[in-house]
């Protein structure tokens, strides 16, 4: 029983533990994406009891399974590359706002958002594993972009049963009602001290979510991680 594990379980949760509905599958996924999971099924969500089996489609079976649920939603196929990931189009974005991705990153980080259930990179939350949701850094190469974002913004909306609340706040809660810091101040969530308003916020953990490979490879540092090889000396005895 759940509840034995984590007491204060909703019961509406326990959804999440089945596979997720194919409703409005060709919107949410990427079709490149469903192709490579139709010919080898991988584990996604960690709290499901089911498993996508193998089918062993051939190649032509999954591209018309695929290209289907795509047809069926009316969205976009052969999926192309997004915006959101060509370089200008984040230059542009950084110029507007500098460190935004950074921002963007500490949020998706702070232990009272993301990955408070999401596994991420060599992270994985502590609790129980029916409560863990599926890895952040895969997000962007599975999910649409414009998924990604209405779902952040209001995951209800999109799926009533889920167990993702409404993370990012439309409007900064009444600082009356705020918990207080060390000096008596109100404290208001995170993506409200890093952005502008929520919108700005939402914007941005997309994008990172999109680029979190690329945007990571940038903040490693290989010439830190070099060991130069020592100075060659010459030969015994001179020359």
């Not at 069926?72 to 590359?81: I, K, L, R, T, V």
């Not at 799926?159 to 990012?168: E, H, K």
């Not at 706040?169 to 009356?176: F, G, M």
Request: glycine content about 6%; hydrophobic content about 35%; overall charge negative.
């Amino acid at each position: 029983d759940e509840r034995q594990v984590n007491p204060q379980v909703d019961e509406k949760t326990a959804w999440g533990w089945l596979p997720p509905p194919l409703i409005g599958e060709g919107q949410k996924v990427q079709t490149p994406w469903l192709y490579d999971f139709l010919l080898d099924p991988h584990e996604i969500r960690p709290a499901a009891l089911l498993r996508m089996p193998n089918f062993h489609m051939s190649a032509e079976e999954a591209q018309a399974l695929a290209d289907y649920f795509a047809a069926q939603d009316g969205a976009e196929f052969p999926y192309s590359f997004d915006p959101r990931s060509r370089q200008a189009y984040l230059e542009a974005k950084e110029a507007e706002s500098p460190g935004r991705l950074d921002r963007a990153l500490n949020v998706l980080t702070d232990g009272t958002y993301c990955v408070k259930c999401h596994k991420v990179g060599d992270y994985t939350p502590k609790g129980s594993v029916t409560a863990l949701a599926p890895r952040l850094d895969q997000v962007g190469s599975r999910l649409r972009p414009d998924f990604i974002r209405q779902w952040l913004a209001n995951p209800p909306q999109l799926l009533p049963y889920t167990g993702m609340p409404v993370n990012f706040d439309p409007v900064p809660p009444d600082p009356q009602t705020l918990p207080r810091d060390a000096q008596g101040r109100p404290v208001q969530k995170l993506h409200f001290q890093l952005f502008a308003d929520s919108e700005q916020a939402i914007d941005a953990v997309t994008d990172l979510l999109l680029n979190f490979d690329s945007h990571l490879k940038q903040r490693i540092k290989i010439s830190e991680m070099v060991r130069e090889a020592p100075p060659e000396q010459p030969p015994a005895g001179g020359g």
